[in-house]
């Protein structure tokens, strides 16, 4: 199966589910809902991305190591090249913070650590401003950050809550078949992998790994020395994040 995949700016994002092509698109107030943020001069315009899918790390404040897992994204891109249409043309791994004046230029962004997760109030708004205009954040805890990164998301959120998404949900279904959700990578509690989510108008806007590291599982082999088939668990998991993010 492929996607085949074109970047159109200032369309509608579609769904992945059932879709064996699909036109991308980043458009500002796609969203629609109750924060109607269409027309606001504080939320910049996305552009058409020329070099391909844009994905960057987010760099968030509270000490923890938001820089942890330094192969995974580029480990990710690659795959997307390899094993799907979507554009890729740079592995490099791109950092942004939630006040960087680019923010608005990358419709995925990708945050995991160890500790500490916190957001000051202009960085949890514009991060409502930038998930209600069609951005998706993926966040994966990489063991330590669960109890702040869910209490920092409820700043960002304070209306809504993080739910489990059920493995019915296109997530696990567009691209792969994951029927069980996420795959357990590495043991930590003895607790099951979950995907936890916050949806705005049905649309899914925060996917949240947790128990499961699959940061961990794309990154290089010789890092942890997972077996190849945990491995490429946790890969497929990571594309069909990236391709519903892009298509959804």
Known sequence: ???IVKLVPRLAFLSCLGLGMATLAILPGAAGGGDDLRGRSDIPR???????????????????DWYSNPSSLPN????LAERTTVPVRNFEEKRVTLLDERLFDYPFLYMNGHGTV???PDEAHRLRSYLLTGGFLFADDNYG???????????????KKLVDV???????????????GPPKVHEHDGLPAQGLGIF??????VFYTYQTDIGD????????????????????????????????
Do not use: W
Not at 166 to 180: A, S, V
Not at 200 to 205: E, F, I, M, P, T
Not at 224 to 246: G, S, T, W
């Open 1 to 3: 199966m492929h996607i």
């Open 166 to 180: 059920p493995h019915n949900h296109p997530i696990y279904h567009c691209f792969y078949d994951l029927p069980k």
């Open 76 to 79: 990710l891109m690659r795959a």
């Open 118 to 120: 916190r957001f000051t």
């Open 145 to 159: 950050m669960d109890k702040t990164f869910r209490r920092e998301i409820q700043k960002v959120f304070p209306d």
């Open 200 to 205: 705005h108008d049905g649309r899914l806007v």
């Open 217 to 248: 599982g794309i990154e290089d082999a010789h890092v942890h020395n997972d077996p190849p088939e945990i491995r490429e668990q946790a890969m497929k998991m990571a594309i069909n994040v990236a391709i519903y993010a892009l298509t959804s």
């Open 46 to 64: 996305r552009e058409e991305a020329p070099e391909g899918f844009r994905v960057a790390r987010l760099q968030y404040g509270g000490g923890s």
